[in-house]
T-cell receptor, first 115, second 113 residues
Framework: NAGVTQTPKFRVLKTGQSMTLLCAQD?????MYWYRQDPGMGLRLIHY???????AKGEVPDGYNVSRLKKQNFLLGLESAAPSQTSVYFC??????????????FGPGTRLTVT | GQQVMQIPQYQHVQEGEDFTTYCNSS?????IQWYKQRPGGHPVFLIQ?????EVKKQKRLTFQFGEAKKNSSLHITATQTTDVGTYFC?????????????FGSGTQLTVLP
């Protein structure tokens, strides 16, 4: 099993350009997430999905859109990139642990720079 | 909204010394998880704590969940260079969705040989 994969690994955009980040998981997990990681700020949730065809906003959703047309894929779109969106983006998927929690499996990350 | 604070932000130790990171939530948690991220890598799940006052051990790592379920700690005994990385706590709010985690800002551990 590949687990959680992300493409691309690196990308440089100019301000105003758009792009889509792709996340794929082969573990049949229902739940998927997009986070951004900035120095000193931990991981912040952008959007998440609890199943195919459903999405919801997280803590920092502005400037991003997502889609989950297939259970195994979760796409993150940047409509008009801004320098403030320079970050490392992680996708994760999860399944339910015993006793109520959900362990999250993370992809390798996409390093995005917006100039 | 829910906030999870983690201290210290950075910690440098000599190999063989102990290390502790602390996590405090602004709200009562239903469970807390710990993740480790190696430099240049992605977060990897270490453990989940659910019960008030729970203590779990993994070799040299000891995890505790506070009695009020609002704080947690990770203690590493006799650090090794393989312990280098950033340790994150992440909690689910008791009155929120168990599927969503709020991450602390992490403690970056450096182990000097």
């Amino acid at each position: 099993n590949a687990g959680v994969t992300q493409t691309p690994k690196f990308r440089v955009l100019k301000t105003g350009q758009s792009m889509t980040l792709l996340c794929a998981q082969d573990m049949n997990h229902e739940y998927m997430y997009w986070y951004r990681q900035d120095p000193g700020m931990g991981l912040r949730l952008i959007h998440y999905s609890v199943g195919e065809g459903t999405t919801a906003k997280g803590e920092v959703p502005d400037g991003y859109n997502v889609s989950r047309l297939k259970k195994q894929n979760f796409l993150l779109g940047l409509e008009s990139a801004a320098p403030s969106q320079t970050s490392v983006y992680f996708c994760a998927s999860s399944y339910r642990l015993g006793r109520g929690g959900y362990e999250q499996y993370f992809g390798p990350g996409t390093r995005l720079t917006v100039t | 909204g829910q906030q999870v604070m983690q201290i210290p932000q950075y910690q440098h130790v000599q190999e063989g010394e102990d290390f502790t990171t602390y996590c405090n939530s602004s709200t009562t948690l239903s469970n807390i998880q710990w993740y480790k991220q190696r430099p240049g890598g992605h977060p990897v799940f270490l453990i989940q704590l659910v019960k008030s006052g729970e203590v779990k051990k993994q070799k040299r790592l000891t995890f505790q969940f506070g009695e009020a379920k609002k704080n947690s700690s990770l203690h590493i005994t006799a650090t090794q260079t393989t312990d280098v990385g950033t340790y994150f706590c992440a909690g689910s709010a008791r009155n929120g969705s168990a599927r969503q985690l709020t991450f602390g800002s992490g403690t970056q551990l450096t182990v000097l040989p």
